[in-house]
């Protein structure tokens, strides 16, 4: 079976993609029909990873308060955001995902706080996170690829 954190990569190397082949007036568009513009998802889906595996386990994690209140579930694009706040969540891309993983190789992740997700999975443990975010990020491709032809 391939490592769940594979996948999260080649999804990761996808939007990496549409990051820099886009400028930052389409990354802040938001599209007539749409509720978030193509900046707001790629954001989201780094908070929601970081929420799902560090914040559910007790642990800290890489991102601030502000990033998570702006981009977590429940919340929409609210205004621009600028090329530097672009370039922070690029470089949350990947690092995101190699700190992940060198925890989990050093079984940094011990407890994890039962939650059930608004579609209706139980996540039980770091696995079913893992599993249950790439799940998630597939989700908001869909939606990025969607946004990345209405812009």
């Known amino acids: 079976m391939q490592d769940p954190l594979v996948i999260t990569r080649v999804n990761r190397k996808i939007i990496e993609k549409i990051l820099d082949n886009h400028t930052l007036e389409q990354l802040n568009m938001v599209p007539e029909g749409f509720k978030n513009n193509l900046i707001w998802n790629i954001a989201h889906v780094v908070v929601t990873q970081q929420l799902l595996m560090y914040k559910?386990?007790?642990?800290?994690?890489?991102?601030?308060?502000?990033?998570?209140?702006?981009?977590?579930?429940?919340?929409?694009?609210?205004?621009?955001?600028?090329?530097?706040?672009?370039?922070?969540?690029?470089?949350?891309?990947?690092?995101?995902?190699d700190k992940a993983e060198k925890d989990l190789a050093q079984h940094v992740f011990k407890e994890y706080n039962e939650y059930e997700t608004s579609t209706g999975f139980v996540l039980k443990s770091i696995e079913d996170a893992i599993q249950f975010n790439n799940f998630h990020e597939g989700i908001h491709l869909g939606y990025i690829l969607a946004l990345k032809k209405a812009v």
Do not use: W
């Open 56 to 97: 559910l386990s007790g642990l800290p994690m890489m991102i601030n308060d502000e990033l998570v209140e702006k981009y977590r579930k429940g919340t929409k694009t609210e205004g621009p955001i600028t090329a530097d706040e672009v370039a922070q969540v690029k470089g949350l891309l990947f690092s995101t995902i």
